[in-house]
Nanobody, 126 residues
Framework: QVQLVESGGGLVQAGGSLRLACAAP????????MGWFRQVPGKEREFVAV????????VYADSVKGRFAISRDNAKNTVYLQMNSLKPEDTAVYYC???????????????????WGQGAQVTVSS
């Protein structure tokens, strides 16, 4: 079992920025591709971004492209989601997720991931 721990959520005004962090155990971190998803009540979990285990590849949802940036610091076993130019529609619980094998065409699907964090609330006020 891989325990993922998110931090950095909070309340911010529209146009502001937040950075989320997701820490993973060292024994597994380096071999996993890491993703971020978000969910609002009554809706399905939505893909936000994913980064390869080596950090040399990223994929973003169209809704966040150009505003959000995913990165990883392998020395700290931590993945980040830098969120800029936030909009009220970005309000959600954000989850990080880990997947051991790159599955082309399925990395945007929540069912494809092996492990999940507990979630961090992000609220953007207008």
């Amino acid at each position: 079992q891989v325990q993922l721990v998110e931090s950095g959520g909070g309340l911010v005004q529209a146009g502001g920025s937040l950075r989320l962090a997701c820490a993973a155990p060292a024994r597994a971190y380096g071999t996993y591709h890491m993703g971020w998803f978000r969910q609002v009540p009554g809706k399905e979990r939505e893909f936000v971004a994913v980064i390869t285990w080596s950090g040399d590849g990223t994929v973003y949802a169209d809704s966040v492209k150009g505003r959000f940036a995913i990165s990883r610091d392998n020395a700290k076993n931590t993945v980040y989601l830098q969120m800029n130019s936030l909009k009220p529609e970005d309000t959600a619980v954000y989850y990080c997720a880990a997947k051991q094998f790159w599955d082309r065409g399925h990395m945007t699907e929540s069912d494809a991931y092996d492990y999940w964090g507990q979630g961090a609330q992000v609220t953007v006020s207008s």
